[in-house]
């Protein structure tokens, strides 16, 4: 009886195994291809590496701020910097102004792997 036990919890735990073994796939970008980038980094990290076609508006000298009125506050936003801090402060202030599809997406890296989109650099 003991071994019928043993042999029984032993082929349930490798049934369930193996169906968590699944083949890869492709993961999809987690952010619409609709979505305006925004790098809100200094022009000096921006230049280092930048996800390609992402607006530069560098929320530490206001240029966020600036063109605020400018930007269309139902467009589907994504935001990023170095670590993530500058970009929940952006989010914040586009919230404060009425934009609802605003999301942080963290790091340049996070970023990339998030929108699927390239990192470029300027010379």
Do not use: W
Request: hydrophobic residues 50%; aromatic residues 4%.
């Amino acid at each position: 009886m003991r071994r019928f036990a043993l042999v029984t919890v032993t082929a349930l735990v490798a049934a369930f195994a193996l169906t968590s073994c699944t083949a890869p796939t492709t993961a999809q970008p987690a952010v619409s291809s609709d979505a305006i980038v925004i790098d809100v980094r200094t022009p000096a990290e921006h230049a280092k590496g930048h996800l390609d076609g992402a607006l530069l508006l560098d929320v530490t000298a206001g240029e966020l701020q600036a063109a605020i009125p400018d930007l269309d506050p139902h467009a589907d936003y994504v935001v990023y910097c170095r670590s993530g801090q500058r970009a929940a402060a952006a989010v914040e202030l586009m919230e404060e102004a009425g934009f609802t599809q605003v999301r942080n997406l963290g790091s340049l890296a996070d970023a990339a792997a998030a929108t699927g989109l390239s990192v470029v650099q300027t010379d």
